[in-house]
């Protein structure tokens, strides 16, 4: 999945919707469409911002807020608490959106939109270009290329498979290419030799099913003999 960008992994046809949208059309799209987000896009087709299930949610959650105490009052940010009113309020699109977007390009990798849903704990993030959207990867975008074959695999020969193995065995400190040995049948590896650890054998079969082209891993490996392990 590292060669991915978001070009591949996006969904293109994101439905939209303008800044005047009622609040009340949206939740009803999101219901009937089976989505959690909207784009808000003006006329000229340029991003705005983005309502999202939560910023529904917050706004019916702001049908109880209690009215503010006279302390609050007196310590509150009067900007900041316009703001919540607003937004919890709001009868619009332009009312309730998020307009703080995390975006992305054509050419951002699968592991960089992976690493900024992880660290900002969002669901999706919007793939922009010159302005306008161009697409919406999720985190149901990259689990479908995860458990799919990149095109890269498909066609790799034993032997290309087995030489990628073994530079992939040579990066890792924990790997010996002398004690382990490495053969391909037909897109399955076989380790056999010697391993130091039960940590070690895991490590190879994981390092091996990362390897474009690899369809299976059998360990046929045995614990390090001592008089090796002294050698070594």
Do not use: C
Request: hydrophobic content about 45%; charged content about 25%.
């Amino acid at each position: 999945m590292t060669s991915l960008t978001a070009r591949d992994l996006m969904t293109p046809d994101v439905v939209t919707v303008p800044p005047e949208t009622p609040v009340t059309a949206i939740a009803r799209l999101l219901a009937e469409r089976g989505i959690s987000a909207v784009p808000v896009l003006d006329h000229d087709g340029r991003l705005r911002g983005i309502v999202t299930e939560a910023d529904l949610i917050r706004r019916l959650a702001g049908a109880e807020d209690r009215p503010a105490g006279w302390l609050r009052r007196l310590l509150g940010n009067p900007a900041t608490e316009a703001e919540r009113y607003a937004r919890t309020h709001g009868v619009t699109a332009a009312d309730v959106m998020t307009e703080q977007l995390v975006t992305v390009t054509l050419d951002t990798t699968a592991t960089h939109v992976a690493h900024l849903l992880e660290e900002m704990g969002i669901r999706r993030v919007l793939v922009v270009e010159g302005g306008r959207l161009r697409g919406l990867v999720s985190r149901a975008d990259l689990l479908r290329a995860l458990v799919a074959p990149p095109p890269e695999a498909q066609g790799l020969s034993d032997s290309r498979i087995r030489t990628a193995v073994l530079a992939a065995m040579r990066k890792q400190p924990w790997a010996d290419t002398f004690t382990t040995m490495v053969e391909v049948d037909h897109g399955t590896v076989t380790f056999h030799g010697f391993v130091r650890s039960e940590a070690v054998r895991r490590a190879l079969r994981v390092l091996a099913e990362n390897v474009p082209g690899v369809i299976g891993v059998v360990d046929d490996t045995q614990p390090m003999p001592a008089y090796l392990s002294i050698a070594a």
